[in-house]
């Protein structure tokens, strides 16, 4: 069912600190699934074992066709582009592998046209 919003919190390798300030003052229950769409392509994330001590939601590094559940936080991986199929996430290789890729706008422009829920952009400077 995807009649729950999804947050998504865009940024770069410099976004740590802004991702615990929102992950600890979140409620756990605000009914959205809030995924981290960070700037990475070369060395792998670790910001799913590092979120964890910051808030009660789960936390998950995203897998090929891992469910979308509301009150759980998602975390792109490295070197990858983000879609939703149906009730789940699509991974692809990253589209753009030189210069800043475009990792946050390949998974804006498939949540707008893909997901029906209501849709929420947080950017990271």
Same mark, same amino acid.
């Given at each position: &069912?995807? !009649?729950?919003?999804? /947050?998504? =919190?865009?940024?770069?390798?410099?976004?740590?600190?802004?991702?615990?300030?929102?992950?600890? !003052?979140?409620? %756990?229950? &605000?009914?959205?699934?809030? =995924?981290?769409?960070? #700037? *990475?392509?070369? &060395?792998?994330?670790?910001? #799913?074992? %590092?979120?964890?001590?910051?808030? @009660? &939601?789960? =936390?998950?590094?995203?897998? $090929? !066709?891992?469910?979308? $559940?509301?009150? #759980? /936080?998602?975390? *792109?991986? $490295?070197?990858?582009?983000? #879609? %939703?199929?149906?009730?789940?996430?699509?991974?692809?290789?990253?589209?753009?592998? @030189?210069?800043?890729?475009?990792?946050?706008? /390949?998974?804006? @422009?498939?949540?707008? @046209?893909?997901?029906?829920?209501?849709?929420?952009? =947080?950017?990271?400077?």
């Amino acid at each position: &069912m995807k !009649n729950f919003p999804i /947050v998504c =919190v865009g940024g770069s390798a410099g976004g740590l600190d802004a991702y615990i300030r929102l992950l600890k !003052n979140l409620p %756990i229950d &605000m009914g959205v699934a809030i =995924v981290i769409v960070n #700037h *990475i392509t070369i &060395m792998p994330t670790q910001l #799913h074992t %590092i979120l964890p001590g910051y808030t @009660r &939601m789960p =936390v998950d590094l995203i897998t $090929e !066709n891992l469910l979308i $559940e509301p009150n #759980h /936080v998602y975390i *792109i991986p $490295e070197n990858r582009d983000l #879609h %939703i199929k149906s009730d789940g996430f699509q991974l692809k290789p990253i589209s753009k592998p @030189r210069g800043w890729p475009d990792v946050i706008t /390949v998974f804006l @422009r498939s949540l707008t @046209r893909y997901w029906d829920g209501k849709l929420i952009a =947080v950017f990271n400077k």
